[in-house]
């Protein structure tokens, strides 16, 4: 059984920074991609950040480039979203997501949404 478990989020000002990490048991680290999506209300789900198995090619939502960085652990099976210089349209409900990929393929976005295994999300507020 795969479980996929955010955490991290919080209430933060305009300008700070937050960590999210995503912890993914059931599935083997290098054998799948993984990508951070949020959601704000009344709004659909997006992509932010996404991951190939070993860290090699990352790719970002142009909203957060320069911002947010993802990287990952392997030994620890753990995913991380580094939060620079946020802003009140960065508030969102963030969710981890995780594809068995293997090493040869690096999915979409799209391809996330399509077929992912899903945390349960963690909240992020930024204040002004």
């Known amino acids: 059984q795969v479980q996929v478990v955010e955490s991290g989020g919080g209430l933060v000002q305009v300008g700070g920074s937050l960590r999210l990490s995503c912890t993914v048991s059931?599935?083997?680290?290098?054998?799948?991609?993984m990508a951070w999506f949020r959601q704000a209300p009344g709004k659909e789900r997006e992509g932010v950040a996404r991951i190939d198995w070993n860290g090699d090619d990352t790719a970002y939502a142009a909203s957060v480039q320069g911002r947010f960085t993802i990287s990952r652990d392997n030994a620890k099976n753990t995913l991380y979203l580094q939060m620079n210089s946020l802003k009140p349209e960065d508030t969102a409900i963030y969710y981890c997501a995780a594809v068995r990929s293997g090493r040869y393929w690096y999915p979409t976005f799209p391809e996330f949404l399509r077929s992912s295994y899903w945390g349960q999300g963690t909240q992020v507020t930024v204040s002004s």
């Open positions: 059931g599935l083997a680290a290098d054998d799948c991609a």
